[in-house]
T-cell receptor, first 115, second 118 residues
Framework: KAGVTQTPRYLIKTRGQQVTLSCSPI?????VSWYQQTPGQGLQFLFE???????NKGNFPGRFSGRQFSNSRSEMNVSTLELGDSALYLC??????????????FGPGTRLLVL | AQTVTQSQPEMSVQEAETVTLSCTYD???????LFWYKQPPSRQMILVIR??????QNATENRFSVNFQKAAKSFSLKISDSQLGDAAMYFC???????????????FGTGTRLQVTL
């Protein structure tokens, strides 16, 4: 099976712009979670989608949003970019996402630089 | 809320030697899962090993094993016969066991950077 894929891998934007990142989960996986990784804050949970519905959300401002399509592919959007949004954005997929024992498989990440 | 603490920002080990990475966590839950993830320079997070809290037996995966002490809320990772390819950032993570229908996030520690020297 192909792994989790994320596009684009690298992105440079300027303050005030918006950006959309894409994540394709492993075939058959219905849960997609997003994490932000920064040197200062570490790895933080953004949100999780299952069956096109946001099921869980972390403590991020409303500028961060996401959606999931019927094929389980997910996108996250960040509007009005700030310098502090520069980070590695990781996507993880799992079968159902509702059981603790499920393994979350991570994609290679999208590195976003905001200038 | 659960917290995960990794008190060793960096560790170094010689090739073929053994190293132990420490992790402690805080939770009021009784059912949960603990994970060690490896993040090499490629940045892709790779699952190394998983431990179910209800299991007393420590998990092992080839050269990787854990020492799970539930009462002490401690979850350390032992890497035996270290190899150059083990050099990476290692993250300890916690996840609740939850009722179907809701979702549970991974809570990560701050990571330990492991260097492997010749």
């Amino acid at each position: 099976k192909a792994g989790v894929t994320q596009t684009p891998r690298y992105l440079i934007k300027t303050r005030g712009q918006q950006v959309t990142l894409s994540c394709s989960p492993i075939s058959g996986h219905r849960s997609v979670s997003w994490y932000q990784q920064t040197p200062g804050q570490g790895l933080q949970f953004l949100f999780e989608y299952f069956s096109e519905t946001q099921r869980n959300k972390g403590n991020f401002p409303g500028r961060f949003s996401g959606r999931q399509f019927s094929n389980s592919r997910s996108e996250m959007n960040v509007s009005t970019l700030e310098l502090g949004d520069s980070a590695l954005y990781l996507c993880a997929s799992s079968l159902l996402g509702s059981l603790g024992r499920e393994t979350q498989y991570f994609g290679p990440g999208t590195r976003l630089l905001v200038l | 809320a659960q917290t995960v603490t990794q008190s060793q920002p960096e560790m170094s080990v010689q090739e073929a030697e053994t190293v132990t990475l420490s992790c402690t966590y805080d939770t009021s839950e009784s059912d949960y899962y603990l994970f060690w993830y490896k993040q090499p320079p490629s940045r892709q997070m790779i699952l190394v090993i998983r431990q179910e809290a209800y299991k007393q037996q420590n998990a092992t995966e080839n050269r990787f094993s854990v020492n799970f002490q539930k009462a002490a809320k401690s979850f350390s990772l032992k890497i035996s016969d270290s190899q150059l390819g083990d050099a990476a950032m290692y993250f300890c993570a916690y996840r609740s066991e939850i009722v179907t229908g809701t979702a549970s996030k991974l809570t990560f520690g701050t990571g330990t950077r492991l260097q492997v020297t010749l």
